[in-house]
């Protein structure tokens, strides 16, 4: 098989499925693989970690998203997503992201601390209630989808009332995110922009007119007032993003890592006993199914490399994390689970200038639910055959039924 054969294969359902002995074939190619002309398949830690970092390489904007997927820019999803910070180079990506940065604090976020307990805390009610007769309860349904989205909101300061509208439309929107979607994904991810748009736009006015203690206030105000503001496109656009990019990947960490410890249960009695900490679990999930597999860069200069491949202007770069995060110079038995790796470091956050800005708050959310799900439900187990979306970039589950049944 060669590079491009790689992609397409997993771009197949197969491939969805289980990318990993995909990933190793490529390696056996080595870190850095070409397709074709002007692409490369990145699999080394070290390159990935380089490349990230690296200023001559950006995302690939909107214009040259278009030149490689003619008809992109029809889509009103791509186009809001595009404006992100996420979908940004140099001037604007510091721009907005140093005014959004700016009040995304990390305080802001370890004040957090009180209310995601107690999300967890009701969440852990909620799923008593409807496992009390031994029927199965889907833990996306009923935890993973609801604690981020339940903490996205408490965060930007959408009303309670409000939040259940958000699911739909944040899960929607993330098919723009992917390589390949339907066209009924796109036609539903554009309704889902434009609902989503529409929404935080009547929100900040709101905020803008009457400012309260939340993120979206302090946004409305920083965009408005500093010297660098924020148009108000941009504002909206990285409103959404905040909402859609904490959410599905959350969602996507919470249900890997239930399905991890359906896999270990000598993981599940180190966390009880305190043998293994919530954090390290929490980083070899990160790290050994990653909920963002893959993320894209392109050459904006000439004269730069690759694992010592050279890259000229124009030349794009899939940077495999979920690969990277197992390739074998970096760890030792890569495939195996293993809580305890000190210094890890997986780059399922990416890293560089984009460097995953809920990073803390994602990891604040699983080291608070896993512990007390755990305590709450020592026998939790699996209740029939789990489903995994059918995704290639962020990989997790659609439903994982469980029982909870005691010890
Ligand atoms: C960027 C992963 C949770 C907000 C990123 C990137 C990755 C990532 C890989 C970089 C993409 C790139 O370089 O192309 C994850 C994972 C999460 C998670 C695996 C959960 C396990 C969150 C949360 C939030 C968030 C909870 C916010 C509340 C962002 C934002 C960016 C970003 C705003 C764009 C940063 C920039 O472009 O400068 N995330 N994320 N993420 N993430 Fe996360």
Known sequence: MDGTAIIEQLMTPEGREDPYPLYREARAMGPVVPC??????????????????????????????????????????????????????????????????????????????????????????????????????????????????????????????????????????????????????LAAADEAADELSGYFAELAARRRAHPEDDLVSALVQVAADDRDRLSGQELLANLVLLLVAGFETTTNLLGNGLARLFDHPEVRTGLRAGTITAAGFTEEVLRHDSPVQLTSRTALTDGLEIGSIPTPYGTGAFLLLGAANRDPDRYPEPDRFDPTRVDSQPLSFGGGPHYCLGAQLARLESQTAVPALLDRFPGIAPAGRPVRHDRLVLRGYRTLPVTLRPA
């Open 36 to 185: 074709g002309e002007s692409l490369l398949l990145v699999t080394g830690y070290r390159e990935v970690h380089r490349t990230l970092r690296l200023t001559g390489f950006g995302v690939p904007e909107a214009e040259q998203r278009e030149q490689w997927d003619e008809g992109w820019s029809r889509h009103r999803s791509r186009v809001l997503l595009s404006r992100s910070m996420l979908e940004r180079n140099a001037p604007d990506h510091g721009r907005a992201r140093s005014l959004i940065a700016s009040v995304f604090t990390a305080r802001r976020v370890a004040g957090l601390e009180p209310a995601v307990t107690a999300a967890v805390h009701r969440l852990l009610d909620g799923m008593a209630e409807a496992g009390a007769d031994g029927s199965p309860v889907d833990f996306m349904d009923a935890f993973a989808f609801r604690l981020p989205v339940g903490v996205i909101c408490e965060l930007l300061g959408v009303p309670e009332a409000d939040r259940h509208r958000f699911r739909p439309y944040a899960a929607d929107l993330t098919a723009a995110l992917e390589l390949i979607t339907t066209d009924a994904e």
